[in-house]
């Protein structure tokens, strides 16, 4: 990751943090979104959505077939979407349902 993208990065962390400490769920952010839990499910989804609307919608989209370098970008940023895709899915899948989420924590034992 370049320099720039992490600082950009980390200001909008910063920036997510403190909006979201004056809502209503006061979990933290890995809490909300790390492996294992629904946001990261979520953001996993959307990828996956992503990747499949530039498929469908801009990979066989004529003005993108008529221009090699066009086409190319498209199915580059593809790649790399996927790429990203495929790294969330290990870590998500890996990790343990956080406390809150499981299927038993609202059942009576």
Do not use: I
Not at 12 to 36: K, Q, T, V
């Amino acid at each position: 990751m370049s320099e720039d993208f992490d600082k950009e990065r980390l200001a909008a962390l910063a920036a997510r943090r403190a909006a979201e400490f004056e809502g209503p769920d006061h979990r933290s952010l890995e809490a909300r979104y790390g492996p294992g839990s629904f946001g990261c499910h979520e953001a996993l989804h959307v990828t996956n959505l992503v990747v499949e609307l530039m498929e469908r919608e801009l990979a066989g989209h004529g003005a993108v077939l008529l221009d090699a370098f066009w086409y190319g970008k498209v199915r580059e940023a593809q790649a790399l979407l996927y790429s990203a895709y495929s790294q969330v899915a290990q870590v998500h899948l890996a990790a343990p349902l956080p406390e809150e989420e499981s299927l038993d924590s609202g059942s009576a034992h």
